[in-house]
């Protein structure tokens, strides 16, 4: 490139600063958008992808042809069906889980929480498998009956309340609560531990607003002897996982098998639509600011129309005026771009920082190489086109006109 056509554009931009920052001013929240968007939405793309692949051994057995984990709770298994599944090839732990939809009290504060009865001694098994591990005291020992595992949110107060705030308490071992069942009974249950912060599979998202009590508790409260409401089934190895869904199908014709791999692709299906969906709307604002940019430049030919046309009758030829232009717009979106880049990632950061005092664990925004590729790359294409029309006028000013324009 050369030099001095460097500087001539440097000089030109900087004597009309107040404007070219204002045309920056619009490529910059348009990068910047761009940026904070996509790093948010990349951070939780990798944090679901962690969360579930890391229990894509699992398979959970719904009752009933076309269920799905959002209908758990209205239809039932018979408890005799687990021990052909425990049976099956490559099939290391069972866990059978009846659940329930009612209200905790404890101090006086009465709230809705899901209720999942397990069998102590299988679920133990599952959970070390797949997690979430225990944040306090142990496991509901074999053989009791009114002891109870509690969720990370509902062990340590992370509910909010009516007012607003959160309860901020913090039930520990050995503490009692009480849960109601049918017709609106109380049963009072001793804590035994909790889990630590879930999100570790499909129900992944019931586990830190549970409480895990004895199934045959659970089955006496709602009067319900030897049903289920779902199966989870842990696979020794991901490769047998669609031959043991196969073998559940043929064991139990009709019902619903859902295996955690599929959740996997259905979450990056939902995530590729909504990247594009945030890059189209960033895309919006980047229009718009190409469209500052044109009229900047545009105004300032109209306005340089004598110094353009001395440039060309001091034997300047078209190549050099079109390049000055074009030079001119492209400094302008690749510094906003660059500004609006790093002001990007300080948005993401402050946004989810904000988020993280009402909802704990959210991910930290992901920068990666597609990211500076977006934003870069959207610059410098906004920049080179809309500085093309601009330069083409300039470079095709007639000099002896041009040099009689009185400004």
Known sequence: MDRELLKIALRNLHRRRVRT???????IIAIASITALVAI?????????????????????????????????????????VSDLGKLGHVEAVNPVLVKFTVMEYRGWQIPVTVMGVIPRDAQRFYALTGPPLQRGQFIPQGSIFKAILGYSLANGRIQKEGGGYLNWAILPGQTIKLYGENGRP????????????????IGGFIDTSVFVPLQALQAMYNEPGRISFIELWV???????????DVQKRLP???????????????????????????????????GALGVINTLLTSVMERTREIGTYRALGAKKRFVLEMILLEGMMMTLIGGVIGFGFGILMAEIVVGLLRAKTPGLP?????????????????VIGLLASIYPAKKAAELNPAEAIRYIE
């Open 41 to 81: 939405a990349e951070g939780f793309q990798i944090s679901i992808s962690k969360t579930l692949q890391s229990t894509s051994n699992v398979i959970i057995v719904l009752p009933g042809m076309g269920a799905s984990i959002w209908t758990i709770g209205t239809s039932t298994f018979n408890q005799s069906v």
């Open 236 to 246: 020794d190895d991901v490769s047998f996982v669609e031959q043991v869904k196969h």
């Open 254 to 288: 009709s019902s619903t098998v859902i295996t955690e791999s599929q959740g996997v692709k259905t979450v990056f299906r939902i995530e590729k639509m909504l990247n594009n969906l945030l890059i189209g709307i960033g895309s919006i604002a980047l229009f718009v």
């Open 21 to 27: 920052f204002f045309t920056m001013l619009g490529i």
């Open 187 to 202: 049963w009072e249950f001793k804590v035994s531990g909790s889990f630590q912060e879930s999100g570790q599979s499909v």
């Open 364 to 380: 930290s925004p992901v920068v990666d190489l597609r990211v500076v590729v977006v934003a870069f790359g959207m610059t410098l």
